[in-house]
């Protein structure tokens, strides 16, 4: 698999250099310019991406125009099953895929291959499914002699625009709700993560997707981005990004009245109380910080979300088993963990687990998941309760020591490189500014010593920092880093924490620890946070409304608020 991409699972390796060309009208057509998109785990140009501009997206938005009455009129059984295609066909080539991101993102492989890529093909899924279950409003008025209901239609062109975290993962949560509810789609992917995006494109006319349902526009945000955000032809645009670009596209969308999503930044609290579980608390607030990794658990061991009785999405059930061990064998262990992990009975998850369970039966496999901290629900502000607080400290820097930063192939590695060499020097500059505050740097940046093999020695590493007694004030308390680094400090009272963790300018995630049911409650209702975890982290059931509050976003995303997003609501009154 793969190979059709011009791309193989030794990618990764590979010097060639690749050419990406935009995707318009379910053709690939050649762009005048280029850019250098890096390999940020060694540093070198491995890819080139289109620079479009106002030329490219006029063309796109076009197409999409042209292909919206063919394809709105589809009903949604038949987009459904072209969405399942596509999943399928994506599934087919999960390791090609799982390879690109790494390269082109930084993640590890192993992230790549557990959460992103299966996460991008249970997004069609989801979507496919749950685009036959809307049902819409009717009210009587008996004494008027009236019914009315609601029926909702697709808006036209959906602009969307994805950042370079979760780069197929985001833009597919995008693609397969507009799609689904009969859009057609112009996307553009951040400019230095466009390479699965343009894989995804070859998949398209196999699934069945008519020409110009999905065009796909490379380049960089101030010039392919702006184009689509002020074109026209475009009535909504749904974004997830910084802060600051969403304010650039509020302004530049006014003009046209343009229907926005946005997802964006966070400074996400944990808030941890005395009667926490630590043995719980401690191994998930580590992973929520440097997302997403929890060490490496020999099958002997229980995994700790096991005793929870449910599977957290994101992770994975990866077994540790040795490279030699008989295939038949290695099966029925797997079969027997599954067995036992699924006691959960979450059919969404489940097929996480099949999925990865299938993939690597009789390999040597290790947990898992990591994303350098880079990812917009990461905890970066981590409240102790004084009485606990010297404990949890000398724990959660034990924990974070052990992860192991390197080669993103490597599968034993948990934390891969940062995005950009840019990106990395703004991560470690925060450090440097908060030991200039007084603050105390445990483990990390600065601290221990980062070794790399010799083929990483040029790429974007850091290894997990954690920072202790910074004031609430300084900017590491107050403005997203999006990097491995989170800070710790003490409370004393319910009230102060619940005061100090809102105030940020951010809402998007919270988390809270206690076994205290009651105050879980309380608190959890008083966090300013669109979404609030309790005794325990990204746990999600994409049914329900995934965003933030504040300046972490406007408007929802999930099964009913991405239908609401990318429909148009008519009332309708008979009077009989
Ligand atoms: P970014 O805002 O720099 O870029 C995001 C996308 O917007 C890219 O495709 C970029 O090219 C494009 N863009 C940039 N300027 C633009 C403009 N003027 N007009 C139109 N498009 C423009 O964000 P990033 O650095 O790629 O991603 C990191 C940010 O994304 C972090 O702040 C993170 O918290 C946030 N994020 C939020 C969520 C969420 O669901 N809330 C999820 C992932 C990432």
Known sequence: TGEEFGLTPTMAHSKALLVLENFIGGKFVPCSSYIDSYNPSTGDVYCRVPDSGKEEVEAAVKAAKDAFPIWSSKSPLERSQILNKLADLIEHDLEAFAQAESKDQGKTITFARTVDIPRAVHNFRFFASSILHHVTECTEMPTMGCVHYTSRAPVGVAGLISPWNLPLYLLTWKIAPAIACGNTVVAKPSEMTSVTAWMMCKLLEKAGVPPGVVNVVFGTGAKAGEALVCHPDVPLISFTGSTLTAQRITEKS???????????????????????????????????????????????????????????????????????????????????????????????????????????????????????????????????????????????????????????????????????????????????????????????????????PPGNQKGYFMLPTVIAEVKDESCCMQEEIFGPVTCVVAFDTEEEVIKRANGVKYGLAATVWSSNVGRVHRVAHKLQSGLVWTNCWLVRDLNLPFGGMKASGIGREGAKDSYEFFTEVKTITIKH
């Open 254 to 452: 006014a003009p046209h009245c343009k229907r926005l999503s946005l997802e964006l930044g966070g400074k996400n609290p944990a808030i941890i109380f005395d009667d926490a579980d630590l043995s719980q608390c401690i191994p998930t607030t580590v992973r929520s910080s440097f997302a997403n990794q929890v060490p490496p658990t020999p099958v002997t061991q229980k995994p700790h979300w096991q005793q929870a009785g449910r599977v957290p999405e994101g992770l994975c059930a990866c077994l540790h088993l040795p490279l030699d061990l008989n295939p038949k064998l290695s099966r029925s262990i797997s079969r027997l963990c599954l067995r036992k992990l699924l006691r959960g009975k979450q059919n969404n998850k489940r097929l996480f687990f099949l999925l990865s369970i299938r993939r690597y039966q009789g390999k040597k496999l290790l947990l898992i998941p990591t994303a350098q901290g880079e990812i917009c629900l990461c905890t970066s502000r981590i409240f102790v309760q004084r009485g606990i607080y010297s404990e949890f400290l000398k724990r959660f820097v034990e924990e974070a020591k052990k992860w192991k930063t390197g080669n993103p192939s490597d599968p034993t590695i948990n934390v891969g490189a940062l995005i950009s060499k840019e990106h990395l020097e703004k991560v470690r500059n925060y450090v440097k500014k908060a030991q200039a505050e007084g603050a105390r740097v445990l483990c990390g940046e600065g601290v221990d010593p980062l070794a790399l």
